[in-house]
């Protein structure tokens, strides 16, 4: 098809071009026509149209208008359409677009002359003529009854505002749309041409999403715009290998996910790809907008038939007396998501700090407390509390196994959000991330607690200082996390961890794309942003001691000066996505590679790569063949921590041992009585201890002064670090790459208000309805979004999906697999709060039902009866939950559930053990992907 002219007026070339052109149009052979270039120009176009999304495009205009014409299958008419087919905008394309379409350079099928002024001139008649088709309306049809729409509340959220809300919104569009920018340096607003076209809110005609992140899967390493890479389909989605690892990796195999995958099965692809934002088209007005400007929830758009009124129409009807603006509880909303003792101690307990702040600035500034602004409509809610099991890394496990470490650790993993409503939007300002290792966790993670990742968006309102100096939205931040440090203390935990560890340039934490104005703290700047909310709480006695984890573990002589433990990797925190792990797997992999290439032959040359000072430190005199690596370990983690040990903040909320580092929870502890000994604390243990050495032993050591301890009783710690709230599971918040992936895969970004908001009530949408499909299915063959129970999918390939139009054309046979229908799933039930409840309780019932039927073996409950029945026709069937048996798929769902929430080693209920086994297995393949980003 790349056929060179060299004649600019050669006749014979424009002549057959126009045949096969011609021949095209009314081809119906599509897989065996012997017509010359039948079958090379038609896949060249269709390829074109499969990744083309430019609407302008002059190239396969002809083919998307015809597609839509389709679509358009009710009789007599030809300008309405469904509403979430929503036409394609015919735009005025120019010469100088044209030139530049993929497929202008290099195909014949359509040719313009030396000076780019004129085309086809069939190709031109034609697309004047479906430019017309496509926006007149013909005389005979003007009496045709569009066909009747469903009247779907809260398609857009623009329903709930009043006129007032409205248009205070509309007004933040343009100057939302120029907040963010690109590398260059210039808004993406003002990249775009102003057509004859545009948005009739925000005035702008196109808008790009930000290019999805792409990584490759064997190093980590992100893939550069316009750079081609590998891509493979993996267990349960699509892997990336770069240029670099395809190359490296010899043979003809490359390892993706764990599995060897064959080098000419990988597809080349180009990190180019650009996507636009969507548009929806007003059913009153016929006028087009950005689905974001509208704040339009095409998830709601049930079957494409949800009729949909723009902004300015809404008005128009609302002041006309029409309609009225929906209620509220109409779309749930953040208050609406359920409350924790956690959330409900946050909120009360920022209220508070917040109306007293306001108090003293109103005093400061000599004004009332109603004259000075002040934060509202604040929402703190926690969306996920899971029970979770962290696996140490085999390395690790392998080296300290011999001091009975543990194989894994349990913990609570929770997630707490703030919303704030803004014009008339709850927006989702900031997220934390933590991991709650409690009192039945062994050592070294009983009673601490780790923060594992915090993310914000500058968007908070009001934009001021508080009397305290800083800005309001600091001071709220600090009081959501010392509020939580509180909570943590009256329930039992001794300390937390905090690595102040700043996101890479170009990397998001939590959210996905942040706001250009918003800029990435350095080091020093976090470090000292967390260092000034402990000083807070320490001033509230929340907070008893502030160190990091180098003075506490690697110091001769821990923090105080006076430890007397040894020093062993056994007593480091070991939590998930945290520095030590992954720091401490890496140095032992390389003292593995060191022994297996001869280097630590004996224990006098392991003696010898380790200085005498580095023994002393650890408390070794000698260095013995089991405690090698440990040692060795524990150097090189000391020599990378080093340098950045602020970095590693360690707090603690109840007293630390001076001599054990125990943190004390019961009896006793001693405190010294001189000035300069104000952090000295013993335990009940090491005082007995002390007071059996010799004076000149005791402390103070190597001073003639003898200090007096005196007794503290330790109150107000529980024995137990149980929480009361429920547990609350949310697949979206399951890792923070999984809301990552969410936000990335929807196009969810945060860099404007104006998509800031369209993205919060989205993600509300979601926790209000986990059952609905996390992302929307593109089809295939025409690549178009395929909307709820209006296409089919394939159980084998995770990533193959038709809609039912294209499925209707030849039944499914082009794939190799069976193809399964969609279900029809109407999210209206979940908006009612009480069902959602009563499913809930429901579900828990069950579920301790189908706990004492495994185990039960004479009961006169007939609800048990069938249950045990449900388990025996299980253990019998061997579809699983694959087939297609109901009460194989009823009681496999049952299973899933428990194994996810079941605590006990040896539980009764079948399958369980292994479910948990997969789970397991399934999360340390997660956590070797999370840590192939590297050390921070």
Not at 1 to 10: L, P
Not at 164 to 178: A, C, I, P, T
Not at 397 to 425: C, D, H, R
């Amino acid at each position: 098809m790349n056929r060179v002219v060299a004649n600019n007026n050669c006749k014979a070339v424009a002549r057959d071009d126009h045949t096969l052109y011609m021949h095209l149009k009314t081809c119906t052979n599509e897989r065996s026509c012997s017509y010359p270039r039948c079958s090379s120009a038609r896949a060249a176009v269709i390829n074109h149209l499969t990744n083309c999304k430019n609407l302008d495009c002059r190239v396969c205009i002809l083919a998307r208008i015809r597609q839509n014409k389709r679509k358009q299958s009710t009789p007599g008419l030809s300008f309405d359409v469904n509403p979430l087919e929503k036409r394609l905008k015919i735009h005025h394309v120019s010469e100088s677009d044209f030139k530049t379409s993929p497929l202008c350079a290099d195909n014949t099928l359509i040719r313009m002359s030396d000076d780019g002024s004129s085309m086809s001139m069939t190709a031109d008649k034609e697309i004047e003529q479906a430019k017309y088709e496509s926006v007149t309306l013909p005389a005979e049809n003007m009496g045709v009854a569009k066909p009747k729409m469903q009247e779907a509340k809260g398609i857009s959220f623009i329903e709930l505002f009043t006129p007032d809300q409205v248009r205070e919104h509309l007004s933040s569009l343009k100057q939302s749309v120029g907040q963010s920018k690109p590398k260059t340096g210039k808004p993406k607003a003002m990249e775009q041409s102003m057509s004859e076209y545009p948005c009739q809110l925000c005035g702008v005609a196109k808008l790009n999403f930000e290019p999805v992140p792409v990584y490759c899967a064997p190093c980590g390493a992100r893939i550069k715009r316009n750079v081609n890479y590998y891509t493979a389909q993996a267990v349960d989605s699509r892997k990336h290998i770069c240029h670099c690892c395809y190359n490296q990796t010899p043979g003809d195999r490359i390892v993706v996910d764990g599995t060897p995958c064959p080098k000419e099965k990988l597809e080349l692809q180009k990190n180019d790809k650009i996507t636009e934002e969507g548009w929806v088209q007003c059913d009153m007005c016929q006028a087009w907008q950005h689905q974001i400007c509208a704040l339009f929830n095409s998830r709601r758009n049930e079957g494409g038939q949800a009729k949909f009124i723009c902004p300015c129409c809404y008005i128009a009807q609302v002041e006309r007396g029409e309609r009225t603006p929906l209620q509220q509880s109409a779309v749930l909303g953040a208050k609406d998501l359920p409350r924790t003792s956690l959330s409900d101690h946050l909120e009360q307990r920022l209220f508070k700090k917040l109306k007293q702040e306001r108090v003293n600035r109103a005093r400061v500034q000599g004004k009332t407390y109603d004259e000075v602004p002040g934060a509202e409509c604040l929402v703190v809610r926690v969306v996920a509390s899971m029970n979770k099991k962290l696996q140490v890394k085999k390395r690790f496990f392998e080296t300290l196994k011999e001091v009975n470490y543990p194989n894994e650790f349990a913990y609570k993993s929770k997630v707490v959000l703030l919303f704030q409503k803004i014009q008339g939007v709850e927006v989702c300002l900031f997220a934390m991330m933590v991991q709650e290792f409690g009192a039945n966790c062994q050592h070294p993670n009983h009673r601490r607690v780790y923060l594992s990742y915090m993310d914000s968006v500058k968007y908070f309102q009001p934009e001021i200082r508080a009397v305290t100096g800083e800005d309001l939205r600091t001071f709220v931040f600090h009081e959501i996390l010392i509020g939580y440090l509180e909570h943590c203390k009256k329930r039992g935990f001794t300390s937390c961890y905090i690595w102040s560890c700043p996101p890479m340039k170009g990397d998001d934490y939590i959210f996905y794309c942040h706001p250009e104005m918003q800029k990435t703290p350095k080091s020093d700047r976090l470090r000292d942003w967390y260092k000034t909310m402990l000083e807070k709480a320490a001033k509230e006695n929340i907070v008893v001691e502030l160190t990091n984890l180098y003075d506490h573990f690697f110091e001769s002589g821990g923090s105080s000066g006076e430890c007397k433990v040894n020093m062993t990797a056994a007593r480091l925190p070991y939590f998930d996505g945290d520095y030590l792990p992954g720091a401490a797997e890496y140095f032992l992999n390389q003292l593995q590679q060191e022994e297996d290439g001869g280097i630590l032959l004996n224990e006098k040359t392991r003696n010898k790569l380790i200085a005498k000072r580095a023994l002393k430190e650890c408390g070794q005199a000698d260095l013995p063949g089991n405690a090698s690596k440990d040692v060795l370990l524990m150097h090189k983690l000391r020599e990378a921590i080093s340098p950045k040990k602020d970095d590693f903040i360690m707090v603690h909320l109840q007293h630390s041992c001076s001599y054990c580092s125990t943190l004390m929870t019961s009896g006793n502890f001693w405190g010294c009585c001189a000035c300069e000994c104000k952090n000295f604390w013993l335990c009940d243990k090491c005082y007995e201890a002390e007071q059996k050495l010799e004076k000149s032993d005791r402390h103070p050591v190597n001073q003639k002064d003898i200090h007096i301890l005196y007794p503290v009783e330790v109150s107000g710690v529980p024995e137990d670090t149980l929480d009361s709230d429920e547990i609350l599971e949310s697949k979206f918040f399951d890792t923070r790459l999984t809301f990552l992936g969410l936000c990335e895969g929807n196009h969810y970004q945060y860099d404007t208000l104006r998509r800031a908001k369209h993205s919060s009530l989205m993600l509300l949408y979601h926790l209000h309805n986990p059952n609905v499909p996390a992302f929307v299915p593109v089809c295939h063959f025409c690549c178009l979004n395929i909307e709820t129970g209006q296409g089919w999918h394939c159980e084998t390939c995770p990533d193959y999906n038709v809609c039912t139009a294209c499925y209707e054309k030849d039944g499914g046979s082009n794939h190799c697999h069976k193809l399964t229908q969609d279900p029809l799933i109407v999210d209206v039930d979940a908006q009612n709060k009480e069902a959602k409840q009563q499913n809930f309780t429901h579900l828990r019932e069950v579920l301790d039902l189908l706990v004492h039927a495994s185990q039960c073996k004479n009961c006169s409950d007939p609800r048990c009866g069938k249950m045990k029945s449900l388990i025996q026709h299980a253990a019998q069937s061997k579809t699983r939950n694959t087939g297609d048996c109901d009460q194989c798929k009823k009681i496999w769902y049952l299973f899933k559930h428990h194994a996810v929430s079941c605590k006990l080693s040896q539980c009764h209920v079948p399958h369980c053990r292994g479910l948990k086994e997969h789970a397991a297995k399934t999360e340390r393949m997660r956590q070797q992907a999370a840590e192939v980003s590297g050390l921070c």
